[in-house]
């Protein structure tokens, strides 16, 4: 398809129209560092130091536990392959959704930025929030609950991302260097703790059973989730045909060597018995995993060394999810799909009408008691839309084979093939093993089909044929001032 011009309407590259269309431009104002950044420090959130003691109590070994680690870590690498090369073919603000329409047309697209934008990312921001405001009270003496403090947390870094995009990616850098930095040393001392004992991470038991196992992936997938957010924010990526496949890439790849190392380091310097009553819904008053593991090497300091990390972690994880969950329905509202007031950008050309927005629902998920229950209830959607990702791989291979792709997939197809297997199986699973979860998840996909069929089905398709589509013009062109 031949590309627009990088101004709105009618007006050509070198009319007068274009200086005035400057400002209705996203800024590619991430560069390489800001783009690992993103990718890591949006996976790394608390699962890292909480997820190994419910896995315990499900998988009966370490063997089990780390196996199920390993495999989550395949599946999302294979996925992460797959956004890199989306993500090099369409380096445009929107993502997922972008791909989606793609591959598969506007309905789709819509659907994923549905639930995206109404549960996951206001969701996402109100867990890390609760997480880091629940982490830092005890430090700082808070003693009025965790959810103002949550509140004050969600408007200071929605602030913060409505300044313009390189305030929020410096950020987003010196909090995912902070907090690997103190993963890695929990993990290295952990590892090498006098008191551990190798034999304990080669302990076998016996297999938990298939629906068990899959319990255990899909907990570990928590953990890994986020490799497919920088996507979200491509449109302002500096270079990224280059800097995008790398630092989805090569952030994925970071994150399965700091998991692997922590995971074993865990198990090495404690006995399975205190893992498996490590904090978790079962036992909610005793301390984390990661707290029992730092205490084998920092003895009584442990304690605040990691109430700081795991508020660093997820104050992190909760700005990279602000910064980029933003520019999904501002892309969708460049299409038509959503009202136009979501695409207004501010004059640092941020879309900060949808960064409001979108911390005002986080807001009211963090006053929820239940926010973590409807988050819940769009895991199965989620990996739904991961999977038809990974499927327009395969299309888009097929349909439109000599599009400039700055990154493809190796072994293809058979990666994006095994990513849809096995996504395909954890549905099923998921299905089988939390079926009300699933049945709210595709019903509130459901509710979004209607909306999409009932508001904006005719409309999109005038829009389409007057103006084409927005995203072969502004969003890939850019401004790098």
Not at 139 to 164: H, K, R
Not at 341 to 370: D, E
Not at 452 to 465: D, E, N
């Amino acid at each position: 398809m031949t590309e627009r011009p990088a101004g709105p309407g009618p007006a050509g590259p070198h009319s007068s129209a274009e200086d005035g269309a400057k400002h209705d431009r996203l800024v590619r104002g991430l560069g390489p560092w800001a783009a690992a950044s993103l990718t890591v420090g949006t996976i790394i959130g608390t699962g890292v130091f909480l997820k190994a003691g419910v896995m315990a109590q499900l998988g009966g070994s370490a063997v089990w536990v780390l196996a199920a680690w390993a495999v989550a870590g395949v599946l999302s690498f294979t996925g992460a392959m797959t956004y890199a090369e989306l993500g090099g073919m369409y380096p445009h603000a929107g993502g997922e959704y972008v791909y989606l329409r793609r591959g598969y047309g506007p309905l789709m697209g819509y659907l994923y930025a549905w639930n995206r934008f109404w549960i996951v990312t206001p969701g996402a921001i109100a867990a890390y929030a609760v997480g880091s405001a629940t982490f830092l009270a005890p430090v700082i003496g808070t003693d009025g609950g965790s959810v103002p403090l949550a509140l004050a947390l969600i408007a200071g870094f929605t602030a913060i991302n409505c300044l313009n995009v390189r305030a929020g990616g410096t950020l987003q850098t010196v909090l995912t260097v902070m907090k690997v930095l103190m993963i890695l040393a929990i993990g290295l001392g952990a590892l090498f703790a006098s008191s551990g004992d190798w034999s304990r991470v080669t302990a076998s038991g016996e297999f938990p059973g298939a629906g068990a196992f899959g319990a255990l992936v899909l907990a570990a997938l928590w953990a890994y989730d986020g490799w497919n957010n920088l996507p979200m924010a491509a449109g302002e990526v500096r270079d990224p045909a280059r800097n995008l496949p790398r630092a989805i890439v090569g952030g994925a790849l970071g994150v399965l060597a700091i998991y692997a190392l922590v995971n074993v380091g865990y198990f090495r310097s404690l006995p399975f018995e205190e893992i498996v009553t490590a904090s978790s819904t079962k036992y909610p008053d005793a301390p984390s995993v990661a707290q029992k593991a730092a205490t084998t090497f920092l003895g009584g300091p442990a304690s605040a060394l990691l109430a700081i990390a795991m508020t660093v972690s997820a104050v992190s994880a909760m700005n990279g999810s602000m910064l980029t969950g933003a520019r999904v329905p501002y892309a969708v509202s460049r299409d038509g799909l959503a009202p136009r007031f979501l695409s207004k950008l501010n004059a640092a050309r941020v879309p900060a009408v949808a960064v409001v927005v979108q911390g005002a629902l986080a807001c009211v998920f963090a006053l929820s008691a239940r926010f973590d229950q409807l988050t819940d209830a769009v895991v199965f959607a989620s990996w739904l839309f991961y999977a038809l990702n990974a499927g327009s791989v395969l299309r888009l291979r097929r349909r439109v084979p000599d599009h400039p792709r700055p990154f493809r997939v190796p072994g293809f197809p058979v990666v994006p093939v095994v990513f849809v297997v096995l996504a395909t199986l954890l549905l099923v699973n998921t299905v089988v093993t939390a079926p009300a979860p699933s049945a709210l998840g595709l019903g509130m996909t459901a509710v979004g089909a209607l909306v999409y069929l009932g508001l904006y089905r005719r409309p999109v398709s005038l829009a389409t044929k007057r103006n084409g589509d927005h995203h072969e013009g502004i969003e890939s062109q850019g401004d790098r001032t």
